[in-house]
């Protein structure tokens, strides 16, 4: 999903599940963010394949943050961190600044256990999971809905409810969530090939 924002422009996606080959990134893009489900389960070559494949798209910044499905990031995180390769932002439970932008993640793979703080001067905010409420068919992490509704960043970036992915935004108290699951495009794609 593209989105225009201070003079950049951002290419955000969530929940390719193995699919990220088949993914179109814009070459407007110059701002990338994964919102996890890159790959499935525990093997450490699929997500060293979908970091090669990452980190040779075209961009300023590539962002990401692991999903569910990234298992080996509960698993073994020292392993799974050093398979991140040079010019890939690992972004979990800690912010970042790219010329103006605040970046923040908080780990909802796809529940936090509790509200946890958020700047409240964040620009995107990066989760796997929904906030309860919002595109979220009624799974998302109530815990988060009360974090951002104290902080109110400007966008909510997640995924993980494959069936709300990409269909439309959704808005409350300035911030602007938007559900980037690519799953049922993707598989759709595979499933009716041109």
């Known amino acids: 999903m593209l989105i225009e924002y201070k003079r950049h422009i951002l290419f955000a996606f969530a929940d390719t599940h193995g699919m990220y080959r088949r993914l179109f990134v814009s070459t407007e893009a110059d701002i990338l963010i994964c919102a996890g489900d890159a790959c499935e389960g525990f093997n450490p070559a699929d997500l060293e394949d979908f970091f090669a494949w990452y980190a040779a ?9 692991p999903g569910n499905h990234d298992r080996i990031f509960n698993t073994n995180p020292d392993r799974a961190k050093s398979l991140i390769p040079d010019g890939v932002v690992y972004l979990e439970n800690e ?8 970046f923040y993640s908080v780990p909802a793979r796809p529940y936090l256990k509790s509200p946890l703080a958020i700047p409240e001067d964040v620009d995107f905010l990066i989760t796997h999971g929904p906030a309860y409420g919002y595109l979220d068919r009624g799974l998302g992490c109530k815990n988060l809905y009360l974090s951002i509704a104290s902080a109110r ?15 439309r935004k959704a808005m409350l108290g ?17 499933a009716s090939p041109h």
Request: cysteine-free.
């Open 57 to 65: 798209i075209p961009a300023k910044l590539r962002i990401f943050v």
């Open 95 to 102: 912010g970042i600044e790219y010329d103006g932008i605040k």
């Open 153 to 167: 960043p400007k966008y909510h970036i997640f995924g993980h409810i494959h069936e709300e992915g990409l269909k």
């Open 174 to 190: 300035g911030t602007t969530y938007l559900n980037v699951s690519y799953f049922e495009e993707l598989r759709n794609a595979i």
